[in-house]
């Protein structure tokens, strides 16, 4: 078996790629270890920047995104229990973000791919890259309690944060940076309205809450935890009495309540690890970098690399230039790198840190009123949040 780029991960980054190969006439063969049920349930993220939006109509992937998603112009930012609006769209000169939770792209996503007659093959497990330095890397995977081998050109690394990529690097030619944080989300969606049409931030002395939606009946609720909880230690009650204790605010705010479906634990961490190409091995999404989830960043991230990735390839297999491919890395990470620092910086202005109390709350609240007081700090929150420009 042999294609042009073979793709290790059908999430968001490996789906979107084969997406924009296709476009551009180029062959590949998608190698996912799960079924595809689970790939088109699992919960993760749900807020996309303005340039993702536009990329997924332009790849032919646009239409139910633009019926269903809901598009929001600002967020509430609250603190000392007082609710402030940012409004992201006026601030970043006109860009909007959406609301379209993960698992759905990733359905139009396979949609789209089932469609072109192209191989997408689920339950097919990568255990090993071979030969990544020469001009024929090869996939060896498991399929059908079989293993067997796919022959590429390329070898595109999309198999999130616990894949085989990264770690198929030799130590000594790549590196990690990050940090771990002493706290995790506990993350819950309740049969309940939303009680904000727009994103709310709380930052509150008990920690940091967040409310998203998934639907106009659908909320998405997240509460700061200890990184160590268990979530059978959130029984529904508690959860209800936290959230409302973190987004209650003196002009009587209160949430709507309703059925628990769904609850979940995610620890937070920055991570990037460098360069993000190994001979013919490129990484792209999680598989190359984490942010904490505080600012979204995670899926648009991973687009940010895919769009590279595929100019590069295009540029190969098209014109027989292979320039780009070489600043892959360099290009991907100038925005991966400021990416970070706003998932980071944000994540340290809202969550409660617990060794430090007292002096750290007060920088965070002093912070928090600048970005809302004075236009210029508003700009550069707004122009982050909705989304940095892409570079290719
Ligand atoms: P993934 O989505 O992880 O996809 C990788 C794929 O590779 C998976 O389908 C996996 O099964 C497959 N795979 C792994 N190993 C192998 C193998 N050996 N062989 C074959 N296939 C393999 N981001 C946000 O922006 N906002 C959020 O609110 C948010 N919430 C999140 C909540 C959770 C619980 C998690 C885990 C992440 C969240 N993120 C969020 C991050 C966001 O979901 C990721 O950044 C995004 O999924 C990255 O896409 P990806 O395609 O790079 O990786
Ligand atoms: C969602 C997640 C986030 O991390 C965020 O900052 C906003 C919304 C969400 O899951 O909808």
Partial sequence: MKTQVGIVGAGPSGLLLAQMLHLAGIDSVILESRPRSYIENRQRAGVLEHGVVRTLAD??????????????????????????RLDVKALSGGQCVTVYPQHEIVKDLVAARLQTDRPLWFEARVTSLLDLETSRPRIRFEQDGETRELACDFVAGCDGFHGISRPAIPGGRI?????????????ILAEAAPASHEVIYAHHKRGFALQSM???TVSRLYLQCPVDDDVEQWSDDRIWSELHARFATHDGFRLNEGRIVQKSLTPMRSFVAAPMRHGRLMLAGDAAHIVPPTGAKGLNSAVGDVRVMAAALEAYYRHGDGDLLERYSEIALRRVWKTQRFAASLCTLLHR??????????MQLAELEQIVEDPRAAELFARNYTGLPFDV
Avoid: K, N, Q
């Fill in 59 to 84: 790849c032919g992937v646009g239409a139910r995104l633009a019926r269903e998603g809901m598009v929001h112009e600002g967020i509430d930012i609250r603190f000392g229990e007082t609710r402030h």
């Fill in 175 to 187: 590196d990690s940076y990050g940090r771990d944080y002493p706290f995790a989300w506990l993350g």
């Fill in 214 to 216: 998934r639907s106009p």
């Fill in 353 to 362: 840190f617990h060794d430090e109390p007292r002096f750290h709350m007060r």
